[in-house]
């Protein structure tokens, strides 16, 4: 069955350091997988998205990831997290079928200092 | 409309209450998926449209849970004698096309069963 782990519950990091978030999924075929943001209160909204192609792929607000087929990972990354990047970042696979339903991880709070 | 619309934004509803929540997808937009986060966790696939055909609702958790889209836009997701466990935000998304890969969430309705 499909599945997602997001191996980190919290996460700081200071203002401006770099980011990382890891995801690691469970998928038969070749993924489909997707990395979204939820500040409190709010909606899910889509950072990014890896089909096919380039392994390295870039978002908006400034965040890239890299698919690595090897490790099952599709990390997201920032070169200088900013205070408003404080949210909680949920990684995605579709599942199977053909409906385009997400199966998503538990998530990963980001708490910045300043 | 510009996104995806969700109403109540909040209910509390007395164990044993009905409660209805509605959906309005982006206009255009073919499928209509339902999704349900409970607190700390990530969302979970509930019901899955496809314009008013309801193709997948493997993930609705028992049959006190009913989602329509009679016309094909508008839908309503159906909790009957709620419960505690149902306490959670239940997410609205849409997508243009049938097994859409750009997924557009709403802001989601916070249900609390009291």
């Known amino acids: 069955a499909q599945s997602v782990t997001q191996p980190d519950i919290h996460i700081t990091v200071s203002e401006g350091a770099s980011l990382e978030l890891r995801c690691n999924y469970s998928y038969g075929a070749t993924p489909y997988l997707f990395w979204y943001v939820q500040s409190p209160g709010q909606g899910l909204q889509l950072l990014l998205k890896y089909f096919s192609g380039d392994t390295l792929v870039q978002g908006i607000k400034g965040f890239e990831a890299e698919f690595k087929r090897s490790q099952s990972s599709f990390n997201l990354r920032k070169p200088s997290v900013h205070w408003s990047d404080a949210a909680e970042y949920f990684c995605a696979v579709r599942g199977s079928g053909n409906t385009g339903k997400l199966i998503f991880g538990q998530g990963t709070t980001l708490q910045v200092k300043p | 409309g510009a996104g995806v619309s969700q109403s109540p934004r909040y209910k509390v509803a007395k164990r044993g209450q009905d409660v209805a929540l509605r959906c309005d997808p982006i206009s255009g937009h073919v499928s209509l998926f339902w999704y349900q986060q409970a607190l700390g966790q990530g969302p979970e696939f509930l019901t899955y449209?496809?314009?008013?055909?309801?193709?997948?609702k493997s993930g609705l958790p028992s049959d006190r849970f009913f989602a329509e889209r009679p016309e094909g836009s508008v839908s309503t997701l159906k909790i009957q004698r709620t419960q505690q466990e149902d306490s959670a935000v239940y997410l609205c998304a849409s997508s243009l096309e049938g097994g859409g890969n750009t997924i557009y969430f709403g802001e989601g309705s916070w249900l609390t069963v009291v």
């Open positions: 449209f496809q314009n008013e055909a309801q193709l997948d």
